[in-house]
């Protein structure tokens, strides 16, 4: 799974990065944090970052910088630092163009389903990423993920993001990660999206940021492959879901931690 499955320390890998791409100079920071981070702890990294934002709760939300600009820094991030890296697409008609700037698409939840978008992404022979819709139980993905392999891409990773609970809360069940695992790819567990509160009244989506060392160190515990984490310099201003990122001085001591699980798990 390109990069990713270079991994001598036998650690999990980590996609991070901020919610959006909010600018050039703030994605090459993290990136080369991040980088510095994961190179250190042995794990293999990817840097995420979505160009735009579709699913927003208002219309006044912020949804990005301009498609091509976003791109042109996910590449040069890709560029600079040598690190593979991954952004959402949204309609099938995106697959072909993101896929010019990106090594991995990512499939967003809520269109997991979408037949047209997993075949066009599949096509692109880029590494597909299909995050488990909120909706779904792991076992459904089963399906999404068929999708992907009958359009002639075996290059496929899925990730639990939590299922919904009530109106405005999502649960994570860990059960998920191991069925899923039974498919044969890689199983990521994002970790700040499962902490997200969605359709707050207020409009924005609220978090529980304080329970993401929580965790992640149960999905490494019961064997996630990779993490998803969403991590920002300030996540009090970040322009999208700042309410449930990590705050990027927080992230080598959290990884730290699940480093030393995933030896005592080994």
């Known amino acids: 799974m390109i990069e990713l499955k270079n991994n001598p320390a036998g650690n999990f890998f980590l996609l991070a990065g901020p919610c959006v791409i909010e600018g050039e100079d703030m994605a090459m920071r993290i990136a080369e944090r991040v980088a510095a ?18 699913n927003r709760s208002r219309l006044d939300s ?19 630092f040598g690190v593979p890296t991954v952004t959402d697409i ?4 995106e697959a072909a163009m ?24 599949a096509k692109t022979g880029k590494v ?34 939590g299922t919904t609970f009530g109106y405005q809360d999502l649960v994570v069940d860990y059960r998920g990660i191991p069925e899923m695992q039974t498919f ?10 499962s902490l997200q509160q969605p359709n707050q009244t207020s409009g924005v989506t609220g978090g529980m940021p304080q329970l993401i060392e929580t965790i992640a160190k149960a999905g490494i515990a019961v064997g996630a492959d990779g ?31 699940l480093v030393r699980i995933r030896e005592a798990i080994k």
């Open 227 to 257: 993490l998803f984490i969403e991590t920002h310099e300030n996540p009090a201003v970040a322009k999208s879901d700042g309410a449930n990122m990590l705050k990027l001085d927080l992230l080598e001591g959290l990884l730290t931690k």
């Open 98 to 121: 993101a896929a010019e700037y990106v090594d991995i698409l990512q499939i967003p939840a809520f269109l997991c389903r979408q037949t047209d978008l997993l075949v066009a992404a």
């Open 184 to 193: 044969g790819f890689p199983v990521i567990l994002d970790v700040t999206h």
């Open 62 to 80: 912020f949804m990005g910088i301009g498609d091509e600009k976003a791109l042109k820094v996910l590449k040069k991030v890709h560029d600079t």
């Open 90 to 93: 949204h309609a099938a008609e």
């Open 37 to 54: 981070i994961t190179e250190k702890l042995q794990i293999p990294y990817a840097f995420k970052g979505s160009y735009r934002k579709a």
């Open 128 to 161: 597909i990423n299909i995050k488990k819709g909120q909706f779904l139980s792991p076992l459904a993905m089963r399906f999404a993920a068929d999708k992907v392999v009958e359009a002639g891409n075996k290059n496929v990773m899925i990730t639990e993001r």
